[in-house]
């Protein structure tokens, strides 16, 4: 059964810091994985899509990276600002496109001005 | 182009009521799908559709049924309310056109069972 980590569960940084989420799932059989947004009390908001066989996706001031044989996903914020402040989820989809994501349970994210 | 919408936003029910939690994409997706978000659970996968009238369950799919008549709209059923059901109801949908922009979901229902 597919299962994914997501760590540190909270993190808080100043403002300025560049930072990495780490997102890690137990099964390398994947069609693509996903980033999300969520601010508080909100739906999800799609960031970067990285599909089985690419190894990062760029997007602003965010890069995600994928390494499929290690079971390993980063997301990298770079001069992160107040307004990045969210919970970031991290989402695989199994080998059969379209079969729903399966969802780790997210690092909340707070940056101080 | 309005994405995923879901229907109500908010609802509170009684414990035995029954409803139907809207869901209509107007991208041609083939692929939609229910979760629901509890705090410390994550995001779990209720029930799942590939295309029009086929429906599989997910990771749980107790006291919920759906079904899909059309490409566009994938209902979610509660026969029975439980207060259990208390959570955050959220519909995505997928196309295969859309590899570059993977799930979009809806904006949510926030139902409470009293």
């Known amino acids: 059964k597919q299962e994914v980590t997501q760590i540190p569960a909270a993190l808080s940084v100043p403002e300025g810091e560049n930072l990495v989420l780490n997102c890690s799932f137990t099964d390398s059989a994947i069609y693509n994985l996903q980033w999300f947004r969520q601010d508080p009390g909100k739906g999800l908001t799609s960031l970067l899509l990285i599909q089985s066989s690419q190894r990062e996706q760029t997007s602003g001031r965010l890069n995600a990276s994928l390494d499929k044989s290690s079971g390993r996903s980063t997301l990298y914020i770079a001069a992160s600002q107040p307004g990045d402040s969210a919970t970031y989820l991290c989402?695989?989809?199994?080998?059969?496109?379209?079969?729903?994501?399966?969802f780790g349970k997210g690092t909340t994210l707070s940056v101080s001005s | 182009n309005a994405g995923v919408t879901q229907t109500p936003k908010f609802q509170v029910l009684k414990t035995g009521q029954s409803m139907t939690l809207q869901c209509a994409q107007d991208m041609n997706h083939e692929y939609m799908s229910w979760y629901r978000q509890d705090p410390g659970m994550g995001l779990r996968l209720i029930h799942y559709?590939?295309?029009?009238?086929?429906?599989d369950q997910g990771e749980v799919p107790n006291g919920y049924n759906v079904s899909r008549s059309t490409t566009e709209d994938f209902p979610l059923r509660l026969l029975s309310a439980a207060p259990s059901q208390t959570s955050v109801y959220f519909c995505?949908?997928?196309?295969?056109?859309?590899?570059?922009?993977?799930?979009?979901f809806g904006s949510g229902t926030r139902l409470t069972v009293v």
């Open positions: 989402a695989v989809s199994p080998p059969q496109a379209g079969t729903a994501l399966i």
């Open positions: 995505a949908s997928y196309g295969a056109a859309a590899l570059d922009y993977g799930y979009t």
């Open positions: 559709s590939v295309g029009a009238g086929i429906t």
